[in-house]
């Protein structure tokens, strides 16, 4: 059974960055599509990028700006969140999910329901 452990929230000043990591146990995540989500108290869970076998990436439209990069170690069992120039916006709760698929070709996705292992969460709060 895969369990993922996130870490690398806290407090950071707007324009500041974080990095977040995503550790599995109990399994590996080479064969796994691996995405990271935030939620905020009211809202539903919001995919933010995810990375396929093959390293191939989506970002959520609010991403796109460069701001966040996803990538992976598998030689750590990690995948990671670059996040910068954060906002207040940014504010939330970071999960990570990941989901074993048969292929390399197999695409992420950032929909939370195509992903059947989650973490428990970390927390992110940019304010000055």
């Known amino acids: 059974q895969m369990q993922l452990v996130e870490s690398g929230g806290g407090l950071v000043q707007p324009g500041g960055s974080l990095t977040l990591s995503c550790v599995a146990s109990?399994?590996?995540?080479?064969?796994?599509?691996v995405g990271w989500f935030r939620q905020v108290p009211g809202k539903e869970r919001a995919g933010v990028a995810c990375?396929?076998?093959?390293?191939?990436?989506?970002y959520a439209v609010d991403s796109e700006e460069g701001r966040f990069t996803i990538s992976r170690d598998n030689a750590k069992k990690a995948v990671y969140l670059q996040m910068n120039n954060l906002k207040p916006e940014d504010t939330a709760i970071y999960y990570c999910?990941?989901?074993?698929?048969?292929?390399?070709?197999?695409?992420?996705?950032?929909?939370?329901?195509?992903?059947?292992?989650w973490g428990q969460g970390t927390q992110v709060i940019v304010s000055s």
């Open positions: 999910a990941a989901r074993p698929v048969p292929t390399v070709l197999a695409m992420c996705y950032l929909q939370n329901y195509e992903y059947e292992n």
């Open positions: 109990g399994s590996t995540l080479d064969y796994s599509i």
């Open positions: 990375i396929n076998r093959s390293d191939r990436r989506q």
